[in-house]
C-alpha cells in the first residue's frame, strides 16, 4: 500500500506502456510520478487549484493529461528517462549466432562451477535508497 496523498485520497491512475512508472493525482492536487518497483515518487507537478479527477498518459508516452475538480486540464511533459524506461531492457536477449549462444552457456556453467567452490563467500550488493533522493518537478 502506498501513502499517496497527506491531504485525501488518490482519485486518478495511470501506468505506463512499459510498466515502470505510474501517475496519480487526487484531492492533494499534485499530479505524481512513481517509479512502480520501489514505490517511491520520482516526479511531481504543482498547478491545479482543486482535486484531480482525471489522469492520462498519451499513446506516445510523452505527456500527460490530467484534468482538475474546476475544469482545468493540464498538459505535463514526461521527463526523458521515463520515456527512455523500458521494462526489456533487463531482460537477457536472444541472439541467432550458434556459436555466441554456446560460449554464454559455457561461460555460465564455468561461473557456476566457481560459485560452488566458493559457496560461502558472496558479494555484497550496493542498495540505493530512492527514498533520499529530491523529487524533481514535472
Do not use: C
Not at 512499459?18 to 520501489?38: A, P, T
Not at 531482460?91 to 554456446?102: A, D, Q, V
Amino acid at each position: 500500500m502506498l501513502d499517496g496523498s497527506e491531504e485525501g485520497e488518490i482519485n486518478a491512475l495511470a501506468i505506463t506502456k512499459e510498466g515502470e512508472h505510474f501517475v496519480s493525482g487526487g484531492e492533494d492536487k499534485i499530479v505524481k510520478l512513481w517509479e512502480y518497483d520501489q514505490g517511491v515518487i520520482k516526479y511531481q507537478g504543482v498547478g491545479h487549484s482543486g482535486s484531480i479527477t482525471k489522469i492520462a498518459i498519451a499513446p506516445d508516452q510523452k505527456t500527460i493529461i490530467s484534468v482538475g475538480v474546476d475544469g482545468s486540464v493540464f498538459i505535463w511533459k514526461m521527463p526523458e528517462e521515463i520515456v527512455a524506461a523500458r521494462a526489456d531492457n533487463e531482460m537477457p536477449t536472444m541472439t541467432k549466432n550458434r556459436t555466441e549462444l554456446l560460449a554464454r552457456e559455457q561461460a555460465a556453467e564455468q561461473t557456476q562451477a566457481q560459485g560452488q567452490q566458493t559457496a560461502g563467500a558472496r558479494p555484497a550488493k550496493s542498495v540505493s535508497n530512492a527514498s533520499q533522493k529530491g523529487r524533481k518537478q514535472l
